[in-house]
């Protein structure tokens, strides 16, 4: 079971950049699919961007919302056992919790596993 701590959110003007970390604390993320979710205050929590493995015939592809392509970039770090979400021109409607969450696939409507969560604010 994939366990992780996430970091990097915080406070960012209009138009600024922040990078998200998602590290594993136990496990590998290279086996699995890796989702950057985000949940603002009275919404539904969304799939912002996921990578999926590069093991067992996995190709490491990206998928991203429309909401966020072209601004964010997903990406792997095998030695340092992470994920990080690039995210640049942020907007005020991108203030969330993100959260990052693994499964075998993209498609992960009940994740395995999920991080604790950092708060993001676009703000001026």
């Known amino acids: 079971q994939l366990q992780f701590v996430e970091s990097g959110g915080g406070l960012v003007q209009p138009g600024g950049s922040l990078r998200l970390s998602c590290a594993a604390s136990v496990g590998t993320t290279d086996y699995y699919a890796i989702g950057w979710f985000r949940q603002a205050p009275g919404k539904e929590h969304e799939m912002v961007s996921c990578?999926?493995?590069?093991?067992?015939?996995?190709?490491?592809?990206?998928y991203y919302a429309d909401s966020v392509k072209g601004r964010f970039t997903i990406s792997r770090d095998s030695a340092k056992n992470t994920v990080y979400l690039h995210m640049n021109s942020l907007e005020p409607e991108d203030t969330a919790v993100y959260y990052c969450?693994?499964?075998?696939?993209?498609?992960?409507?009940?994740?395995?596993?999920w991080g604790q969560g950092t708060q993001v604010t676009v703000s001026s």
């Open positions: 969450a693994a499964d075998w696939t993209c498609v992960m409507p009940t994740p395995r596993s």
């Open positions: 990578i999926s493995s590069i093991r067992n015939g996995w190709d490491g592809s990206t």
